[in-house]
């Protein structure tokens, strides 16, 4: 198992020197291809006219997306020159969710960057949430603070689920490259120790099988803030530069509603994030 295609989404409106940046080594690092991508759709505005002056308004709008698709692909090709086994652009006048999910088939990771809650316009973003439910393929997500991909130490955050469960097997070409390995569970209200002890264990001997040495870490709830409280606590003791986690393991509707793991680690991590739902 390896990575071939590394797929990195563009944004028209923020930042997206990290994430094309660890896009770029990931690509060195596994001698794969880098495709970048980004699409927009025209928005009109609230006070939209009709017939002629409502045309060139739709061909001025649509123009203008033209040329900022333009401008990332010439940033998105200088970036990666001579750091991929090939480099491919996809941009496209669409609703940027869409057209990404449906080309990231050609993909075996997608990064993209991290988003604030109130960041939502689905004609000019493709928001994160959507991308893991959709895509069917590992989402890396990069917040715009970081310089690299440090897998110097990483933190798989178990909870015995099938997103946990699918996160660590896409995450292994990324395991076998970390100096250290932390497979960390925390515990919630119904959870007997003993028998997540002896998941967790079962974990760090699936990962052994496969060449990976890891060390395991069972962690009550002792502060306010919960389990992504807890969960930062321990990434900070382990000096986790990346988290592996399986998204949304609780249902979607409760954790946008109460908030949740898979939440905060999409909008406020200061970590890559790899996710898998």
């Known amino acids: 198992m390896t990575i071939a295609t590394v797929m990195v989404c563009l ?13 770029g080594q990931l690509a060195e690092r596994f001698g794969a ?16 006219t009709d017939g002629g002056q ?10 203008a997306i033209r040329n900022r698709l333009g401008e990332l692909e010439a940033q998105f090709r ?38 604030s ?29 970081a310089d690299w991909l440090d897998l110097r130490s990483v933190l798989v955050a178990w909870k015995d689920t ?19 390995v932390t497979v960390a569970e925390i515990l919630e209200d ?13 974990v760090v001997a699936w990962l052994a099988r496969h060449g990976i040495a890891a060390s395991r ?5 002792r502060r306010e803030g919960g389990a992504s409280a807890a969960l930062d606590e321990i990434a900070g003791g382990v000096g986790a530069g990346l988290i592996v986690a399986g998204a949304y393991g609780h249902s979607r509707f409760r954790e946008l509603i109460l908030g949740g793991v898979t939440q905060r680690l999409i909008t406020q991590s200061t970590r890559c994030v790899l996710l898998s739902h």
């Open 217 to 221: 870490r069972v962690d009550e709830v």
């Open 78 to 115: 200088h970036a990666t020159k001579n750091r991929a086994a090939f480099v491919e652009w996809r941009g496209a006048l669409d609703f940027p969710a869409r057209f990404i999910l449906n080309e990231a088939r050609c993909a075996d990771i997608v990064v993209s960057g991290g988003h």
């Open 117 to 145: 809650p109130a960041f939502s316009d689905s004609f000019a973003l493709a928001s994160a949430k959507d991308l893991i439910m959709q895509a069917g393929r590992p989402l890396l997500v990069v917040p715009d603070s």
């Open 190 to 202: 119904g959870d007997g120790r003993a028998a997540v002890e002896r998941s967790v264990g079962d």
């Open 11 to 23: 944004s028209l409106e923020q930042s997206n020197r990290a994430r094309i940046e660890v896009a």
């Open 33 to 48: 291809g880098l495709v970048g991508i980004a699409a927009a759709q025209f928005a009109p505005p609230l006070y939209f």
């Open 162 to 180: 099938a997103e946990a469960r699918r996160s660590i097997t896409d995450a292994l070409p990324l395991l076998r490259l970390a100096r250290e």
């Open 54 to 63: 409502a045309q060139s308004l739709i061909e001025q709008g649509e123009a």
